[in-house]
């Protein structure tokens, strides 16, 4: 089809060749129709004037062509260039002083030989008359440029020209053909590959042109021809009234067209295409034309069908499982639950629904189910984890969760949907490996599989997408027997061959193996599960194999973990220190031995040379009674502690002691039910710590505190008598103090005040004294005595503070407890609240352990803490990030708290410092009177404890302090 042109050059040329030629040059549509005309346009200039207007105008054309935009240039019979236009240069960037009689010119824009050679072969074939011949010449700008020259020197001799030539510069026109045709090259590859076609209907002329796609899709092979009544005919007739209105309304409006309807093919088949048309009027808005693509969503529709069906049966699924369904925004807002989910948290829909999931879920967890559910939206993936949920009695349940992301069209998450399971108890190791092969069957119900067809004959298979999906390949992809072979794991080709032979060939079994491939795309080492049945015919020769193949990697990893774990458990149990056995319970409640590890083993070969071996399959009583020999008082409180543990399903902990011939055995013992699939008690671990060399260490140390005792009665009246009289004498130091401190003070303030008046009356007599004296007068005046007067008043207000932080201390030491119950855990965190912003400059990192509920003075008890906690942050090493840990433990007579720091630490020369009034260790760049530990020393001591510290330079510092845990006797003295 021909194009029109919009250079403006072009427009040039025509109006000069109009104005010489008297030629109408309307009608001209394109560039080479142009160039075309131009040189008519001068053969018959020539032809038509006489030889004086000939030679005059001749004195004109050199100016002429000089100015044509079009390329010209000539050559004498030496080949040297005698002519080089304006576009010439405009096209190369090369001047024509640079061309005309330079003998080397042509190698300036042909620079290889070869291309010479070509151009003087080409003139020496074509001679002095040749049409739209095609060189590529390199610019000075180094681009190369594709000119279309037609020489004229035959048909236009001018005196002095061997060859000249007229030339158009079609480098952008070859590269738009060239991107045509990759467009038009890709636009087929696309149809093909998702069923796609266009076509133009010219209204007017009813001239339908259609690609192969569009007759593909309508049923059609490529050589039939189709019409636009065939088109029509072919739209499924209850559709037909939907369409044909939308067309005419397209049209009358002007409007594009957007489509689905039904056609039935000539087979009779039904399809359903999306039609995309564009209306476009000619000039005078009175004809059109379609322009149009048309794609075959068959397989879409048939999709939304089974997605509809399958929504249908997800509902009623969800609905009948145990498993708590739910789905929320990412909000955490719930948006669907299922009958489990409300049945577990006793709760209606309308109750859920509306409300956070964050609810149900343990306080502890709640900000970590958040932070999740934000990275779900943020990266979105299927995740899994296990939450602390309360059901509805109140009872918290460990429920394991499989979270999803649901998107919309444009791939954001809009909803996600949480599958929970109770997973309380724990399971016996072929138990996990049952229940993870259970949730690997729930995901294969969503899961698509793919399916194959094995020719035999012609040794070639057919498949799903979703093979080739899980297999890396396209329809490219040789499925031949070779082709499968090589997807297979090289270590299992030989294997899979003979498989084949034996299984297939031999026995004629159905196919059913499991096997490592490598996916073609990404090289990916994948694990699958392939399913067959094979069909023979009346010889027993294999005709074809139809069966299934699934990615069941997860699956196997899963298992892989499943043996590791078992192989862990198997060398914590066997390598314990703790004597450990288990024991199953029986269907009639009896416990019989099942295993012990080798600690368990050691000690009966010790302490009652006996083999554990001997207690495998026994009963707890043969066990007991018969080979251990212990008496019946063993065995039923045994018997008691297996039995509670069974019946409350918790573990049960005491101690035990056991008379050997070597001497008692004592142990802390626990009981711990197991349990199985249907939750009932399947089996019982005992564990049993030696505690013996611990017990006797307990009785020396009650045997010492006796003898003890009696001197620290003695010792504590002197030690009343001694604090008495310190108090004492902190009350006197710091109260008749203050008195000369105050008088100090107020005499500095009446030495400022006289001063005063003397240097304003000192100013009226100064200008008569003699300059030496007056020298030494202002001096003494202005600089000497308000400094002295300066420093007095310093050391009176630091004697002042001193003094105030003595008698604080005195007091402390006797302050009334009022003793309540406090939780330290809330106490702490309430405490680490108020330094918050000093934890966050600082980023310390604050670990908060089990701390107990303790009888105290909530004052004093927060002084303590808020003491060595502020301490330990101030003396952190900033080169490093900060921690501090706190935690506690707990006996039957104190309470021992710890506060352990990353910070500077203390060196040995400054620990007698630590607690010493107005001592300070270390670099001094802190602020504060040194009485903050002090003050606590007094507090721990007032409650009957002790505190100490253990300190690394550099390392950091751990300080522990005691509280009593009875407080009686403390109470009553107050």
């Known amino acids: 089809m021909a194009t029109h042109t919009h250079n403006p050059k072009i427009h040039q040329l025509l109006h000069l060749v109009a104005k010489l030629a008297d030629r109408d040059c309307a009608d001209f549509q394109n560039e080479e129709d142009s160039i075309d005309c131009a040189i008519q346009a001068l053969t018959q200039l020539i032809e038509q004037k006489s030889s004086k207007e000939l030679n005059r105008q001749n004195a004109h054309l050199p100016y002429f062509m000089d100015n044509l935009p079009i390329m010209i240039n000539a050559l004498d019979e030496n080949f040297n260039f005698v002519f ?4 010439c240069e405009r096209v190369t960037g090369f001047s024509a002083e640079e061309v005309i009689n330079n003998p080397k010119a042509l190698e300036l824009f042909y620079p290889h030989e070869f291309q010479r050679d070509k151009i003087l072969k080409d003139f020496s074939l074509l001679g002095n008359n040749f049409q739209d011949i095609e060189w590529t010449l390199t610019t000075k700008m180094g681009q190369e440029k594709t000119i279309r020259w037609s020489n004229i020197s035959g048909q236009l001799p001018v005196s002095g020209w061997k060859v000249w030539a007229v030339g158009t510069d079609i480098t952008s026109q070859r590269q738009a053909e060239i991107s045509l045709q990759e467009r038009e090259s890709h636009l087929q590859r696309a149809e093909s590959m998702i069923s796609m076609g266009h076509f133009y209907n010219n209204l007017a002329g009813d001239q339908l042109v259609v690609s192969d796609g569009i007759k593909h899709i309508w049923g059609y092979d490529s050589h039939q021809s189709m019409t636009s009544e065939s088109m029509i005919a ?66 879409r529709k048939q999709t939304e069908e089974a997605l509809r069906q399958s929504k249908a049966r997800y509902q009623a699924l969800i609905e009948s499982q145990l498993d708590l369904f739910s789905r929320y925004r990412p909000d955490t807002t719930l948006t669907y639950v299922n009958d489990a989910y409300c049945k577990f948290y006793g709760k209606s829909r309308e109750e859920l629904i509306g409300k956070s999931y964050l609810t149900m879920v343990a306080p502890e967890f709640q900000e970590l189910a958040r932070e999740e559910t934000n990275q779900l939206v943020q990266q979105p993936r299927t995740i899994s984890g296990e939450y602390l949920n309360f059901a509805a009695d109140g009872t918290p349940h460990w429920i394991h969760w499989i979270i999803q992301p649901i998107f919309n069209e444009n791939r954001e998450v809009i909803e996600l949907q949480a599958v929970g399971r109770d997973v309380t108890t724990l399971k016996h190791t072929e138990e996990a490996l049952r229940q993870s092969e259970f949730f690997l069957q729930r995901s294969q119900q969503v899961a698509l599989i793919g399916s194959y067809y094995f020719d035999f004959g012609t040794r070639e298979w057919l498949s799903s997408p979703m093979l080739d999906q899980i297999f890396g390949i396209d329809d490219k992809y040789l499925k031949d027997v070779e082709g499968w072979i090589n997807l297979v794991h090289p270590d299992q080709q030989e294997e899979m061959r003979q498989y084949l032979t034996k299984h297939i060939f031999e026995k004629q079994d159905r196919f059913d193996k499991e096997f490592r491939i490598i996916r073609h795309n990404d090289q990916q ?55 450990q056995l288990i024991s199953s319970v029986e269907p009639d409640g009896t416990f019989r031995m099942m295993a012990s590890n080798n600690r368990y ?11 554990a071996e001997e207690l495998i399959g026994k009963t707890l009583r043969e066990a007991i009674t018969n080979i251990l020999g212990f008496d019946e008082e063993v065995y039923n409180y045994t018997i008691e502690n297996y039995t509670r543990a069974v019946e409350t399903r918790e573990v049960i902990r005491f101690e035990e002691t056991f008379s050997t011939p070597t001497g008692p055995f004592f142990s802390e013992s626990i009981v711990a039910p197991i349990f199985g699939s249907s939750n009932e008690c399947r089996f019982i671990l005992y564990s049993a710590r ?9 009785e020396q140390i009650r045997q010492l505190n006796e003898e003890l005792e009696q001197r620290v009665v003695e010792r504590t009246k002197e030690l009343e008598q001694a604090n008495a009289e310190i108090r004492h004498f902190a009350y006197i130091v710091s109260h008749d103090l203050r008195s000369p401190l105050v008088n100090l003070k107020g005499f500095s303030a009446e030495l400022r005040s006289d001063l005063k008046l003397i240097e304003d009356n000192l100013n009226k007599v100064l200008p008569l004294l003699e300059p030496s004296l007056r020298d030494n007068m202002t001096q003494a005046l202005q600089q000497d005595i308000p400094e002295s007067l300066g420093f007095i008043e310093s050391s009176v207000t630091n004697m002042d503070q001193f003094t105030k932080a003595i008698l604080k201390l005195s007091r402390l ?9 406090i939780n330290v855990d809330t106490l702490v965190r309430k ?60 006996d039957e ?14 060196a040995p020369e400054d620990e007698d410092k630590i607690f010493a009034p107005f001592r300070r260790a270390g670099k001094q760049n802190e602020p504060g009177e040194g009485m903050g530990l002090a003050y606590v020393q007094t507090l721990v001591r007032r409650y009957g404890g002790q505190i100490w510290f253990n300190s690394e330079l550099g390392t950091g510092t751990t300080f522990l302090f005691t509280i009593p845990v009875n407080l009686k006797a403390i109470s009553s003295e107050t």
């Open 831 to 890: 405490i680490i609240k108020s330094l918050n912003y000093q934890i966050t400059q600082k980023n310390v990192q604050i670990i908060i352990g089990d701390l107990p509920t303790i009888i105290a003075d909530l004052v004093s008890i927060e002084q303590i803490f808020s003491n060595i906690i502020t301490n330990a942050l101030t003396y952190l090493d900033p080169q490093r990030p900060g921690e501090v840990i706190i935690d506690a433990e707990k």
């Open 690 to 698: 030696d505690i013996t060399q611990r017990k006797i260490a307990v």
């Open 525 to 579: 080492e994948r694990w699958i599960s392939v399913l067959g049945e094979p069909e023979y015919d009346d010889y027993d020769h294999p005709v074809k194999l139809i069966g299934t193949i699934q990615d069941i990697t997860e699956r196997k990893q899963i298992q892989e973990t499943l043996h590791e774990s078992q192989n862990r458990f198997s060398v914590i149990f066997n390598e314990s220190a703790d004597l």
């Open 893 to 906: 007579s104190e309470i021992c708290f710890r506060v352990q720091d990353n910070g500077r630490g203390i």
């Open 601 to 611: 083993a050691t000690m009966l070969a010790q302490l009652l040379n006996k083999s």
């Open 234 to 299: 072919q739209i499924h007739p209850e559709d037909l009234d939907k369409v044909m209105p939308l067309f005419r309304k397209a049209a009358q409006e002007k409007t594009s067209i957007d489509v689905e309807y039904r056609i039935i093919k000539p087979d009779k088949s039904v399809a359903f295409v999306r039609n995309v048309s564009e209306i476009i009027y000619d000039e005078t808005q009175q004809k059109y034309s379609v322009f149009g693509t048309s794609i075959d969503i068959t397989e």
């Open 813 to 821: 030491g006797r302050f009334h407890l009022d003793l309540i119950e």
């Open 84 to 87: 080089w236009n304006k576009e």
